[in-house]
């Protein structure tokens, strides 16, 4: 019976005898292939064929500038797209000089986190990378926001990262980061996200749009909820001339199914009430 370990020892020996350069090793993204990285140009003719046939799916073979190794397993990543939709498997960090690999980021929070810290605002993440996040949002389920951005070679498929978080710093000043959604041949899509804010709360936000019922020294209630002499005659406002309708929002947290809640905020813009709201009760506050 044909050894077929002893058979790759061989045929990696032979070819690091033509090329001393040439490696091997676990592939980063399935570690149950190995792939060969070599110049096959200096190899007889037909030898990366018969490798790739002998030994069948779990040898793969790449030319030297097809491939890199991650700088914190080792494991061999493939930088050749393979689709118009690829997107990488790895991520650059110029920074630090290092390239990881997608199952490093995916097992090591610690490691997204720092990663963010330095990137956040000189690229766009591949889509998988919302996947190693823990706490992350799309910024448009907490603030009124664009919900996807358009980048490519149609008219109209111009927004920019640099604009886009600048604008996001114009809504909020939480950390911000771009994620792609989908990615074709012309164009991508993609999508800003942030630190959900609340996360050590059991309390959530609730923002409620006007009108309001408003009397100065008393609590607006949302003028759906009542009328203005009901308003009037539960406060004990005696002067209802001095009752105004506010059209502007008010927030406050709650617990969902329960009637614990705190004491509203109110401003004319949605973003400013959620704001205050983090400043009042945001995990940093």
């Not at 292939?33 to 064929?49: A, C, E, G, L, R």
């Not at 996001?168 to 792609?180: G, N, P």
């Not at 929002?249 to 959620?274: K, Q, S």
Request: some cysteine.
């Amino acid at each position: 019976m044909i050894d077929k370990e002893r058979v790759f020892e061989n045929a990696m020996d032979y070819i690091q005898r033509i090329d001393c350069n040439a490696y091997c090793g676990p592939s980063a993204e399935d570690s149950d292939i190995t792939i060969i990285v070599t110049n096959w140009n200096n190899m007889p003719s037909k030898f990366q064929d018969w490798i790739e046939d002998y030994f069948g799916d779990y040898v793969e073979t790449l030319y030297e500038d097809e491939a890199t190794t991650c700088s914190h397993c080792g494991d061999i990543i493939s930088t050749t797209p393979q689709t118009y939709g690829h997107q990488v498997s790895y991520f650059v960090v110029p920074e630090w000089g290092e390239v990881l690999c997608r199952k490093c980021l995916e097992n090591d929070e610690s490691l997204c986190e720092d990663t963010i810290e330095v990137m956040h605002d000189q690229t766009v993440f591949p889509a998988w990378f919302k996947g190693c996040l823990t706490g992350w949002i799309e910024e448009s389920e907490l603030f009124k926001a664009p919900k996807e951005y358009e980048t490519g070679f149609h008219p109209g498929q111009n927004d920019n990262l640099k604009d886009a978080l600048k604008q996001a710093a114009t809504r909020h000043e939480l950390l911000t980061i771009a994620v792609v959604t989908t990615a074709s041949q012309f164009d991508v899509y993609w999508e800003l996200l942030v630190k959900y804010p609340f996360a050590d709360s059991s309390l959530q936000p609730e923002v409620v749009e006007g009108p309001w019922w408003y009397c100065d020294g008393y609590e607006p209630i949302p003028a759906e909820y009542t009328t203005k002499g009901m308003y009037c005659s539960e406060n004990g406002i005696v002067e209802p001339d001095k009752v105004e309708l506010y059209h502007g929002y008010g927030g406050r947290m709650m617990m969902p199914g329960y009637m614990d809640c705190t004491e509203w905020v109110f401003a004319d813009d949605y973003n400013v009430v959620i704001c205050e709201l983090i400043r009042l009760y945001g995990d940093e506050s």
